[in-house]
Every structure is written in C-alpha cells, then in structure tokens.
C-alpha cells in the first residue's frame, strides 16, 4: 500500500519554503560595511580596500548612503585620480533589493547586477553580492529548488504516461532491469510507494527529452538537464559551485533554466489534469 499523495500540493509547500529563505538570511550587515566618501579618489579607495572589496557603499557629508563605487575595476591596474563623486553608481532599481526578498529574486539578475544594497523599512541595512551564493542559506535555496523541478518532473510523466509501462520503455534496457528489481524488492518488503519515485534524476531527464514532453529540443534539453543535475550534486555534497564569480554567474543561468523548465512542465501537468 501506499501513504503517497499527489506532488502538487508538495510543490507549492515547497515553493513557500524557498520564498522564507531571503536575502536578509546571507546580506554583510551595515555595520560591517568598508565604506568610501564623495571626496576620495579612485586611488585612495585602492589604497584602503585591502581586502579587495568588489563594491563599496558610497557615502555623502552627511553620511547617508547615496550609491556604490566599483572598486573591482581597479584590483589589476592602477586607480586613477578620480573622485568617487564623478563615477559612482547612484541608487537606483538595479542596486537595490528589499531585505524580506527571496534569495532567488538576487540569484536571478546577479550575473548581471553583482551587488545589491538592502533595504529594510526606509533604510539600507546591508549589502548582498554575488559572493554570496556560496552560503549555506544559498545551498539550501538551490536544493529546495531543483527538489521542486524533480517533482514537477515527476509528475508530468505520470500525467502524460498513466501506465509505468509506457514511459519506462523510453530507458534503456539496463535502467529498466535496475528499476523492475528495485521496485519488485520494495514491493516485496511494502515499501512500494510508485514506479516513478524509483527513478533517479537522470531517468526523469532522459525519459522527458525522449518522450518529448517539452518543445526544447532533445539535445539542448539533455544538456540543460546534466548542468542542473551536476549544480546539484555539487550543492548536496558542498562542493565549490560558486567560488569564482564565473562559476556564481554560471548558477545564475542554472537556476534560470530550472525555472524555466519548471514552468513549462506546471503548464503540461495543468493542461493534462482531468477536471474534477
């Protein structure tokens, strides 16, 4: 027998879950800020960021934050004479964030805006950069995610194929062997749950991207789904998936696509869903 219910509800609690893990979780606090003013040079600025701060927060005569200064021009070259006040990035919608935002709602731009300056109420709090992606609040946001992509994959082949029989015959034959056993096992010890629960990532990819369940072609999905598969892997066993900023930029596209992919197979459960 089985306790199992349907994956739909799961996927929105889930959902939840990765919308209650937010930027305030992984943001430097204002307090620890390293700080620049209007006044100071490009060559100053260099001089005192010793520890190589891609962005510093800056601020006016009155100590007010009024935008951000990009330092990271500067760490293999000489810095210029310029004052901080002729080029600087004022606040604006690209360099803010709210401080209750999902980590995701970062995650999504930051290959393309690095660093966000938080906010909490009227005030900045804090600052989040692409560094960031490696803390653990991050990995958890990152599991949650491609967790909810497996189910949803799930689930759009039992939508699509009811019958177990039809959608293992797109494994090979040795995937099908290893799954009839490992399914006749369990239900020889009642730990049968369903034939799809016994599939692995990759069998859900392969069984998608030949069954053409999305219009993605097969080459691209496959691809699209061993780049997610290796994200996460690295992310369950803490490896470094985002210790360089290419490599965090890389998760940025990542989770994109798993959006993406996710969507699109939320439409085809939606559409193949019998009215109750």
């Known amino acids: ?62 100590e007010r934050i009024v935008g951000l200064h990009n330092a990271e021009r500067w760490f293999k070259t000489d810095a210029p004479d310029t004052p901080v006040v002729k080029d600087f990035a004022p606040l604006s919608e690209e360099n803010v964030i709210g401080a209750d935002a999902s980590i995701f709602d970062f ?22 950069s692409l560094s960031d992606l490696q803390q653990l609040p991050v990995r958890a946001a990152l599991f949650a995610l491609i967790t909810s992509l497996e189910m949803a994959m799930a689930l759009a082949i039992k939508r699509k194929w009811p019958e177990p029989s039809d959608w293992m015959e797109l494994l090979s034959e040795g995937r099908r062997k290893k799954l ?31 069954g053409k369940l999305l219009q993605t072609p097969r080459r691209a999905g496959k691809k699209d789904f061993t780049a997610i598969r290796e994200l996460r892997d690295s992310v369950a066993h803490a ?6 900023p290419e490599t965090a930029k890389r998760v940025c596209e990542i989770v994109r696509t798993i959006n993406q992919i996710k969507d699109d197979l939320l439409k085809i459960i939606e559409d193949l869903t019998p009215e109750r």
């Open 1 to 62: 027998m089985t306790w199992a219910t349907d994956h739909d509800a799961s996927i929105e609690n889930l959902r939840k879950v990765q919308g209650s893990l937010t930027v305030g979780l992984i943001m430097v606090p204002r307090v620890d800020f390293l700080t620049c003013s209007l006044n100071e040079t490009a060559a100053e600025v260099k001089r005192r960021n010793t520890k190589d701060f891609s962005f510093m927060p800056v601020l006016d005569d009155h």
């Open 107 to 128: 995650i999504l731009q930051a290959d393309k805006y690095p660093t966000n300056l938080v906010i909490s109420g009227n005030q900045i709090a804090g600052l989040v």
């Open 180 to 210: 009839t056993t490992a399914i006749d096992e369990a239900r020889s010890k009642d730990g049968f749950v369903s034939e799809i629960a016994f599939t692995q990532f990759h069998d859900k990819a392969d069984i998608i991207c030949k």
């Open 239 to 244: 490896n470094r998936y985002a210790e360089t």
